[in-house]
């Protein structure tokens, strides 16, 4: 991973995925993206597999949407 780090927060992440800090927000909430909050329910975390785990699945998408059809 470009940040070697184990948990990202909002901003690595968005800019990990080319979105806005929003759009991250919305992967969350809608399930799309694995997360937890810290012990004060102040900032979301985001482990680096749980975003290696949404860009693959993305990535598998995206191929299994331009394969031609036979």
């Not at 991973?1 to 929003?22: C, F, P, Q, T, W």
């Not at 759009?23 to 597999?49: F, M, R, T």
């Amino acid at each position: 991973m470009i940040l070697d780090k184990k948990i990202l927060n909002i901003s690595e992440a968005a800019y990990l995925l080319g979105i806005s800090g929003r759009g991250v927000y919305q992967l969350i909430y809608s399930g799309k993206l694995c997360a937890y909050k810290d012990e004060n329910n102040y900032a979301w975390h985001i482990p680096e597999e749980a975003l290696q785990h949404y860009m693959a699945t993305r990535l598998t998408e995206t191929n299994l949407s331009i394969a031609p059809n036979r």
